[in-house]
């Protein structure tokens, strides 16, 4: 690095002396080179073309320069204590001291764009750099070229200045890793030690065997010594390294070893918990901190801790936001130590905050585990054992480990994720399976319904074609055997032949009417056509209708009629046919379903409900058939003694159509019933208050004056109550 007075002794001649001191200066000149290119690829990839071709070019000029006789050399003068220099010696000084001020430059533009730790470490060495340049080089270059050497001796203290900078930065603010660069030194320096003491110990076995090196006996067994050697090499380094790696530069382990062994272990394993705890066993064994953690973003949840043998209570939050400052700045690890010299020299508030969880929890280290480039996890570590701190050795190996447990975390959350969506799938497999079951499940109680509904369908075509044909057929049979008297006695029909089969017939007919007229009803009903007309009618002139028309039947069966009507009249709010047909009805239910006994027909008011209701003494309803009642088609099952005939025919629609115009009207429907006592029907329409006639068509006519018309066509000419009053002529 500078010129130095050559301690060697006099018996040596010129050209060895001339030699050593062309050398002694070339190396400064060398050292001056190598710094400046070591700090200019300090934080850079790649050294600058334009940049590394100069120094090259300075370098191999200058070796050349230096070589050449007399020309920057003639001699050393050891008595004198001086140098003889040549023509050019001038020029390799001033060609040193732009490659120290090329370093130092180099020096100063990094401390300008450098980190507060990274300041620290090039600063150190710029001083160092500095005191050599400006002390060192005038007391051991620039005097002595004036051929004052008085301050020569002081030059190598300057020299230790700079070394001692050096150490500073290297121990303290980490500028390089020392255990690395000693245990390297030993690997090589051993390594060549062999090879420098096999050529010796070769050169003169070869000698003292053959009497020379290069005679051909010396040749053939130089070849499976040759051989002998490349193997025995082999096996020295592995060992040389091996020693180094695990004592030396990274005492107890292999890292690389190490992290293969990690790396084929965790390959196996799909759990969590079991990665984290083989991953931070290794750390605990190999780096040895106090306490070792490892925060995991679990991917929707809350972030994950887990720990080595030490619980740990790491707050997911501060690690989350610790996490994603990783992914604004450079994915290197955070410690403890330089954080602290960082904030010191550059405070700086998102610092703090870390330097401050750092502390609480006693982290010396954080380690980011990423996935592509996406933080999803943290490495947090404790002092390591003895508090030394960490090197670059070991920020290598967490890397390392680091980089390992991404792939192995995103593998395990990726089977977690095909888990849950397997799980996910197979509970919609079972729920769309058990939906379609139920589906399936209603789709045959459906079915059934169906098939219960057609089969009572056909049964009721079959009760309504016989329900049909026999009145139709006793009014054929009737005037049949009226027109064969007629023809017989020549136009003369006996009176009671005439009244008997003439009330025969036109009972059929009005009984076939009533089935016609039900069933329209049923019809209208079901297709939501029907046709009301809501106004003011009297509920006593509606009994007194069905009594007039019902009354003879009564009587043909001995049944007893209740009927005690109020003297004042008692208007409801309702249809005037359709509340007559649900009247008729029960009214006639009541005395089919009585073999014997009374009727009792009861009409009463109360301020918001006109009800109307029909009792009987006959064969009563069970619970069972109490709660299908009404249904289209369905008719009751009631028991019937030896003695009170045969079972009512009918079609199961009487009801059904008159259920559904209570409903329709507003109104109420009244059941109860007991088997073997009778049963009470009736209804409540809401009372008349004033309300305004309203016509309610369900078939939604354009035409509203033909549904009037209708409505009061029907209402004025109802022709089961002119049959009736017909029928009770007392003509007849």
């Known amino acids: 690095m500078v010129a130095h007075k050559c301690p060697v002794s006099g018996s040596i001649n010129r050209a060895g002396n001339v030699w050593l001191g062309r050398s002694i200066l070339l190396c400064g000149n060398g050292d001056a080179l190598l710094s400046g290119t070591f700090f200019q690829t300090y934080d850079r990839r790649h050294l600058g073309k334009k940049t590394a071709i100069a ?84 007391t051991n270059l620039i005097l002595p070229s004036l051929n004052v050497y008085s301050l020569v001796a002081f030059g190598p203290s300057f020299s230790l200045v700079f070394l001692s900078l050096v150490a500073v930065a290297i121990l303290k603010y980490q500028l390089l890793d020392i255990r690395f660069l000693l245990g390297r030194v030993i690997y090589y320096t051993l390594l060549a030690a062999l090879v420098y003491i096999a050529f010796y110990f070769f050169v003169n076995f070869y000698e003292l065997t053959f009497g020379s090196t290069t005679s051909i006996p010396t040749l053939i067994v130089g070849v499976p010594i040759a051989y002998a050697f490349v193997l025995a090499f082999s096996a020295f380094d592995s060992i040389v390294k091996n ?198 499940s209603n789709l045959e109680v459906a079915l059934a319904k169906i098939e219960e509904i057609r089969r009572q369908e056909r049964d009721m075509i079959d009760v309504m074609g016989h329900e049909l044909r026999t009145p139709i057929s006793i009014v054929r049979n009737a005037l049949m055997v009226l027109d064969g008297k007629f023809k017989k006695n020549a136009g003369e029909i006996p009176k009671e032949m005439l009244g008997k089969y003439l009330e025969m017939a036109i009972e059929s007919v009005k009984r076939e009417l009533i089935l016609i007229e039900t069933f329209l009803s049923a019809t209208k009903v079901e297709g939501n056509r029907i046709q009301l007309r809501l106004q003011k009618i009297d509920l006593n002139d509606v009994v007194n209708d069905s009594l007039e028309a019902l009354g003879r039947d009564a009587k043909t069966k001995g049944l007893n009629i209740i009927h005690k009507p109020s003297k004042e009249p008692i208007y409801a709010y309702a249809d005037r046919v359709r509340t007559q047909e649900i009247m008729d009805n029960f009214v006639s ?144």
């Open 243 to 440: 020693y180094t790696d695990t004592q030396l530069i990274n005492p107890g382990y292999n890292p690389l070893e190490t992290i293969d062994q990690l790396t084929r272990a965790t390959n196996q394993m799909l759990d969590l918990q079991d990665i984290a705890e083989i991953s931070l066993a290794t750390i605990a064994k190999t780096i040895r901190p106090s306490i070792a953690g490892l925060v995991i973003d679990t991917k929707g949840s809350a972030w994950k801790t887990f720990s080595h043998k030490t619980e740990l209570d790491l707050n997911s939050k501060d690690y989350s936001f610790i996490a994603s400052l990783f992914k604004v700045d450079e994915f290197k690890p955070i410690l403890l130590d330089l954080l602290d010299i960082d904030i010191t020299n550059s405070p700086n508030l998102t610092n703090q905050a870390i330097l401050k969880i750092m502390h609480r929890d006693n982290i010396h280290a954080i380690v980011p585990i990423k996935d592509n480039e996406n933080i999803i996890g943290l490495l947090a570590l404790g002092a390591k054992d003895g508090n030394s701190p960490y090197n670059m050795q070991d920020i290598r190996l967490l890397e390392g480990i680091s980089g390992n447990l991404g792939l192995a975390i995103n593998r395990s959350l990726l089977y977690r994720e095909i888990q849950q969506f397997n799980k996910d799938l197979q509970r919609k497999v079972e729920q769309a399976t058990s939906e379609l079951k139920e589906k399936n």
């Open 589 to 732: 239910n009541a005395i089919k379903y009585t073999p014997r006994g009374s009727i009792t027909i009861d009409v009463k008011a109360d301020k918001k409900w006109v009800t109307a209701t029909v009792k009987d003494t006959g064969v009563g309803i069970s619970r069972q058939d109490l709660e299908k009642l009404g249904k289209k088609f369905f008719r009751a099952q009631p028991h019937y003694s030896a003695t009170d005939g045969a079972r009512p025919s009918g079609t199961g629609l009487g009801l059904y159509v008159t259920f559904e115009l209570i409903d329709i009207m507003n109104g109420k429907r009244i059941i109860t019933s007991e088997l073997g006592k009778g049963s009470t029907f009736g209804f409540a329409l809401p009372i008349f208050d004033g309300q305004e006639e309203k016509q309610i068509d369900q078939t939604f006519m354009t035409d509203p004056s033909l549904a009037s018309e209708t409505v009061d066509n029907y209402a004025g000419k109802p022709i089961n109550r002119a049959l009736n009053r017909f029928m009770n002529r007392e003509e007849i």
């Open 55 to 138: 120094l090259a070019l300075t370098g191999l000029i200058s070796f050349i320069v230096v070589y050449i006789p007399d020309f920057v050399l003639k001699g050393v003068n050891f008595e004198g204590k001086a140098i003889i220099g040549g023509p050019a010696l001038p020029l390799l000084f001033a060609t040193y001291i732009a490659l120290m001020f090329f370093t130092l430059i180099t020096l100063y533009r990094g401390m300008i764009l450098a980190t507060a730790r990274r300041k620290m470490q090039l600063k150190l060495v710029f001083y160092g750099i500095l005191v050599v340049v400006l002390i060192g080089n005038t």
